[in-house]
């Protein structure tokens, strides 16, 4: 079994950054992707950024310049800097791990970002 636990989030204002972590842990050998998912109320969850374990990057096109990811593979953890943080970026954000293409994925519980004067 696979456990994801992400924590970084929190109220910021507008134009503020947050910098948010995910842990994987349990059976793994290698993670082949983790990304940053998020949902706003009454919305769909949408891709913010993923990394493969190779470094190759993608982005959501409303965060591309702001945000940025970052991989430690040794440890299974990926990171979510987020600058210029703007209200409609107000969601809860997951982490998601996929170990390897056609595996099932895992999912950690979500952490609530706030943007908000």
């Known amino acids: 079994q696979v456990q994801v636990v992400e924590s970084g989030g929190g109220l910021v204002q507008p134009g503020g950054s947050l910098r948010l972590s995910c842990a994987a842990s349990?059976?793994?050998?290698?993670?082949?992707?983790m990304g940053w998912y998020r949902q706003a109320p009454g919305k769909q969850r949408e891709l913010v950024a993923s990394m493969t374990s190779g470094g190759r990057t993608n982005y959501g096109d409303s965060v591309k310049g702001r945000f940025t990811i970052s991989r430690e593979n040794a440890k299974n953890t990926v990171y979510l800097q987020m600058n210029n943080l703007k209200p409609e970026d107000t969601a809860v954000y997951y982490c998601?791990?996929?170990?390897?293409?056609?595996?099932?994925?895992?999912w950690g519980q979500g952490t609530q970002v706030t943007v908000s004067s």
């Open positions: 349990g059976s793994i050998f290698t993670i082949y992707v």
């Open positions: 998601n791990a996929l170990l390897a293409r056609g595996r099932p994925d895992f």
